[in-house]
């Protein structure tokens, strides 16, 4: 069992919101555990205000943690002080995002941040052949011919060649982890199998892992080795993704699969009863953050936070219904 | 109730920083102002009056600076604000007294005026984007909106009074009238204070206009009015509650950014045609170097445009649910 | 499961959706497109060359200027004549020559204190947005006091403590005090910079946020730092001219204010010397007018919003006479709508677009027909062209068609007769909620307006209808009289769609009503919809750009690409055996969660520009089966089936659809 790539541990992240006079903590994260092994692609699957978005910026230091570790090769990512031990950081961990229209400073052309990459990561490069490995980059998330694609700006592109400029960004650095914050939902359906298809081809040629963070659970099923499911803050179902769409432990895990629509499959529409959403977690008490919504609810739901538990190899589910294999 | 709240604490604050600015200012400059204004206050004020004096411009300093500053926030609270030099042996907050009514009549009625008559010209302007009257109108503004008040004053009174002969020329009334309230006076002042309200309002309107104007167009493209267009409403209901309540928000809050340079053109207007009110006062005192009463006007006028910032607050926090909320 | 090579995944970038060529467009940069818009506007070009016209009078006034302006050599209080084109002063100067050696005060004054309030505005501005917490709360609370502090007469208490400002005092007074609004405007809009990714970006990557607020930031805002300039340097012009004309001024410079002073000293305007006292305020009106004008200009380029484009000016044929000519096929009844060759274009910046290029369907009494495409296809426009809510910001007009509801043409109906059949007869469920709801009324209240605008019904009526149309939408009634903003999203979603239900109308427009929700919620909602629809019989136009959501609901699909109709059927047989190759392409693009995993293509490339789009088929470039006659000939469609596809695959299939179309 070697040792993962990245490990967190009880990772939980809060936000004072409110007023002077009456401060609340919304709970965005709460002591979410899990392992990114190298060369894997893992899916963390979430609607909007699941946490999932937290996650990727605790691991792209854009926050620090409330409380629980990253642990990265090994090292805790407290303990990085210096700015070089940063920068480093910053090198073998990096992010795409997920508005292709936002992501690009508009003033520059498309080049600048591929370009900034390899000046605060890649030293090694000179001036000189800067020029030549940038078109490199270009040319590798497939956007050809790298001398035109040079010389764009971004409002010349199109969403889809903007994340790809997104990727090269990102691997202008060499890193060992991309964290993708839902690359695809902003990109027309047609273009999305493309980028995904890209990624896959990334993990393979270069070795690279991905945290790749979704609301589509079919775009996860496509390329992911591993799923892990939020609900609320907390991690509420994680395994082998064939294994998890197939027999989902979790009940939102279980509601999830069925609100996904399949032109395949046949027209089995199941209750329209659940026209709940997802809490607000703010200032939460003890218990399952999904009981008001839970078909399969039952008294101790509502006082014990379940924590996720082996329910199968290699799978894990916060559930106190749950039914092992 | 709680916006209104923090309003008020801004505005304590920023009326400390001009009492404090009043106090630091005299003693930061360099030159002896104080020294010459003591020297011409002697022998002349009663003890109280020239202590009180002596704290606000720090001469004979026994005191420390820090405790001459708490003597003469004492002072201001309990409204000793000295004695005037110009209108002597009178008071400062006698005097004020005096000239605050012409210039809330004056300024305070034509900034309502042109605020009002600016927003409902900028509102049906950009309603009717793109007719004759739209093209023409903006850059008229931003020309309009760019003349110092002081000159179009001397262009009005030279074209109004001395060419044409409608107005009178300067002052607040005709000197052989008594004051008070009878009907010669009332006619009269009013006669005297017409072109001056003509100048502010022609410089003022520009800017809300203009401001309107783009406010409601950019409004215009917002979903809600497409969608009360699609519900069948009346063009008129449209551009009132739809579009109308939405676009005067921002004006509003420019409303009382621009109120400070109304408030300075108005009182360069007020010098020009000798009119009686608080700016007019103000010059004068800086041109006698009455150092008391110049401060005390100062305020006077920071009050007031605080007082008119705070209603423009709490008409937003009426019009705009959400500012109650944010709180 | 073999894997994707690099070849499957090659964006080409030589269709790109783009504004020009590709040469050209190496060409462009940001800084290029702000001199090509500040050339466009009149305005700006109206204030750059006052404004030229004053610095070359500050930079060479001895070239222009007559005579010395401090000479006292003529004779006094002259009116204008040939040698002195705007008469001498009391003192005997030549006023022309004053005016134009006074420019340089007020030239270098407006640059410096332009500069100096500028410079402070970015520095606290930007500071403040993008530092935030204490770091934003003090430099916020300074700069609305200074702000809210009137400045002029602070300013005079300033300069009436020091007697005779000379020139350098009046800058740093006026740069200190004058930055506020400025640093405002700022901090605003780095505070709605810091949603971009791109800054987070920049930080992710490891710059220094020093780095991030001086190359990242600033170079996007430059047109407001621009506009900032502007304004103080207006702001300079009058608050100095104002100062010097009141006398705290050094008399004995050479500027427009002091000439002023002078004037009014010497009661210029009665002793008939008008000139000297009013052509130097022309001068600073003049000046600070240019100011004030580039100032607009620059609003104007930096919000789209503002710049009005009519179609009439880009030739296209908009006439009445040409919607008309489509010849008149009467309706069938069993129709409630009838769509005939609409077309409908805009003009953008380059030119002008057809978003909607002759598209034609029919739609049954209840039927649930689903509109899909991509990006740019047309399908908004199409239906907000159906409902007649064109205009700003979609800025479009139906240039050709009919469009029959309930027998009569909507396109050629007057606004007055339209408004009566809205939302009684037909209503619109918009894409966002948050922004179709006004913001400052009450659900309540949106729903009294539609009902009094159509019914006279009383207000108890109203009060219990609306709570009706909640209730039938699984929202509690006592939501009725929130804000919107009060409201969940979903919910708010589910109140547009009851408001929609307010008159039972026969015909429901939904333009994407719901991709702001999850997936579960999407789920939940589609299912209510199509229960009212069974339950209520009205007909639904649904655009999404999620088929595979919409499929389970609808009765007949349209799909459409780059403006046209690529397909239109059934919805389970398109989905069984779609047609255009578009179609294929798109029903391979999903992933499933059920059955085998397979490799999936996807469509490579982009649609096409349709600012010049291709005279063949305009899905030629990404067809896997395209034939030489494809990029050739312009496409008809063709009915296969009872299908339309618009595709020269199928021709032998097909009886081609001439008559349908009209004037084709």
Known sequence: ?325 | MRFVLRRLGFFVVTLWAAVTLNFLIPRLMPGNAAIAMMARYKGHVNPQALHAIQIAFGVNNHQSLVSAYFAYLGNIARGHFGISLTFFPDTVAHQVLQALPWTLALVGVTTVMAFVLGTLIGLVSGWRRGSVVDGALPPLFVITSAFPYFWLALLSIWLFSIKLGWFPESGGYEVTTTVGWNWTFITDAVNHSILPALTIIVTAIGGWILTMRNNMITVLTEDYVRMARAKGLKPWRIMWTYAGRNAILPNLVGFAMSLGFVVGGAILVEFVFNYPGVGWMFLQSVENQDYALMQALFLMITVTVLLAILAADVATAILDPRTRERG | MSLPSVADSVEPVGATVGSGPPEEATKRSAGADLWRAIARNRKALVGLCILLFFVVLAAIPGQIAPDDPRAKIYPRGLGPSVHHLFGTTAYGEDVFSQLVYGTRQSILIAFAVGGLATLIAVLVGVSAGYLGGTTDGVLSLITDVILVIPIFPLIIVIAAYERNAGFLTLVVVLGVLGWSYGARQLRSQTLSLRRRDFLEAARVRGERRSYVIVREILPTMTSLILASFLGAALYAVLFAAGLQFIGLGNPNSQSWGTMLYWAENNEALGAGMPYWAIMPGVCVALLGAAFALLNYAFDEISSPALRLRKLENTGVDTEREAKAAVPARPPDPKNILEVRNLSVAYASEHGPVVAVDDVSFDLGRSEFLGVVGESACGKSTLVYAVARLLGAPLAGEITRGQVLFKGRDMVTLADRELRHIRWRDYSVVMQSAMNALNPVLTVAAQMRDACEAHSTMTRREIEARSKEVLRLVSIDPVHLYSYPHQLSGGMRQRAMIAMALLFTPELIIMDEPTSALDVVGQRSLMVQIKELQERLGFAVIFVTHDMSLVSHFSDRLLVMYAAQVAELGRTRQLFDRPLHPYTQGLLEAFPSIHGAKERLLGIPGSPPDLLHPPSGCRFAPRCPHVMDRCRAEPQRLLEVDGELVRCLLHEQAAASVPAKEGVA
Do not use: W
């Open chain 1, 1 to 325: 069992m070697s040792e993962p790539l990245l490990r967190a541990e009880g990772l939980t992240r809060h936000f004072s919101v409110g007023k002077l006079l009456s401060r609340q903590r919304l709970h965005a994260v709460d002591d979410v555990n899990f392992e990114i092994g190298r060369g894997e692609i893992v899916a963390l699957v979430g609607e909007s205000g699941s946490g999932k978005s937290t996650v990727a910026r605790l691991l792209a230091r854009v926050y620090k943690p409330t409380a629980g570790e990253i642990t990265f090769e090994g090292r805790p990512v407290s303990t990085l002080r210096t700015r070089r031990q940063r920068l480093a950081y910053s090198s073998d961990v990096v992010m795409v995002f997920q508005d292709p229209y936002s992501s690009l400073n508009p003033a520059y052309r498309v080049t600048h941040p591929i370009e900034r990459g390899l000046v605060l990561h890649r030293r090694e490069v000179a001036r000189r052949t800067r020029r030549a490995e940038v078109e490199n980059s270009l040319g590798s998330v497939g956007l050809v011919p790298t001398g035109q694609v040079a010389a764009k700006f971004p409002h010349e592109l199109s969403g889809g060649q903007r994340q790809r400029v997104g990727f090269a960004a990102a691997l202008a650095a060499k890193p060992k982890l991309i964290v993708a914050d839902e690359p695809v939902s902003m990109l027309d359906v047609s273009i999305r199998i493309g980028i995904l298809n890209l990624m896959s081809e990334l993990r393979e040629r270069e070795g690279v892992s991905f945290l790749y963070i979704t609301h589509d659970v079919a775009g996860a099923r496509y390329i992911a080795d591993r799923v892990l499911v939020m609900y609320a803050g907390h991690l509420v179902e994680e395994g082998p993704t064939e294994d998890v769409i197939e027999r989902p432990k979790h009940p939102y895990t279980q509601l999830l699969l069925s609100a996904v629509p399949d032109p395949r499959a046949p027209l089995g529409v199941s209750d329209a009863a659940d026209v709940g959403e997802p809490p607000k977690v703010i200032d939460p008490k003890e218990g399952c953050r999904f009981r008001a919504r839970c078909p399969l609810a039952i008294d101790r739901c509502e006082t014990e936070t379940p924590r996720l538990r082996p329910v199968g190899r290699g799978r894990l589910a916060a559930c106190h219904v749950a039914e092992a294999d």
